[in-house]
């Protein structure tokens, strides 16, 4: 592969990717408004779990709803039955993400959460897998193949769940009140907090 095939591969990838996340911001539905209110609403604890780039995912979505004032834990699959599933109760939130939902070790969490009584969100490419047969909410997150690596490597699929979870926490996070004067507090490091007392102070 010569230079010039390299850049013309690459920007194909990148446009691809980029078309991959636009189809999914136009097929956001009544399930997102439902989503939204799960999370926002839920009166207690928000657990993620994923494995594999699904995993990673699941950290950074923790991560970003506890920014916003959430009380989100992102708990690996496995280490989820080796007894941290015990800490699903009742008024929790479990969202479980898997592309192809057929995951044993996430639908054994997804399993246990529902029979303490928590709430399961499945976010999903298929939408028949155990996993969805599992949940209260399904959301379907599919992609064109060419989004992905070489029609399989997860880099399109990935990309659309990140930006979802975006948008699911800015929701909730309007949804919950959350202001900039919060985030200040207690995001004190980092450029996130001088942007804050910036827009506080009404910077443009």
């Known amino acids: 592969m010569n230079e010039q095939d390299m850049l013309t591969a690459a920007r194909a990838q990148i446009r691809a990717e980029g ?7 136009d097929k956001l539905d009544d399930t997102f408004v439902q989503a939204v209110r799960l999370v926002a609403e839920c009166k207690g604890k928000i657990i993620v779990t994923g494995a594999g780039t699904s995993g990673a995912i699941a950290y950074r979505l923790a991560h970003l709803l506890a920014t916003c004032g959430m009380t989100a834990f992102a708990v690996p699959p496995g280490d989820a ?9 009742a008024d929790d939130v479990l969202i479980a993400l898997s592309k192809a939902g057929k995951s044993d070790d996430i639908n054994r969490f997804a399993r246990i959460a529902h029979e303490r009584g928590a709430k399961i969100m499945a976010w999903t490419a298929n939408p028949q897998s155990e996993l969805a047969a599992l949940s209260d909410l399904v959301v379907v997150l599919q992609v064109d193949s060419s989004a992905e690596g070489e029609g399989m490597l997860p880099f399109g ?3 659309a769940a990140g930006a979802y979870g975006d948008a699911l926490t800015l929701m909730a996070k ?4 959350f202001n900039l004067a919060t985030l200040a507090q207690t995001h004190p490091l980092g450029g996130s907090n001088e942007l804050a007392r910036q827009k506080q102070a009404g910077a443009p």
């Open 174 to 177: 309007e949804l919950r009140g």
């Open 81 to 89: 039955l080796h007894g941290q599933s015990a800490m699903m109760q």
């Open 157 to 159: 699929s990935t990309l």
């Open 19 to 25: 078309a991959a996340l636009l189809a999914i911001a």
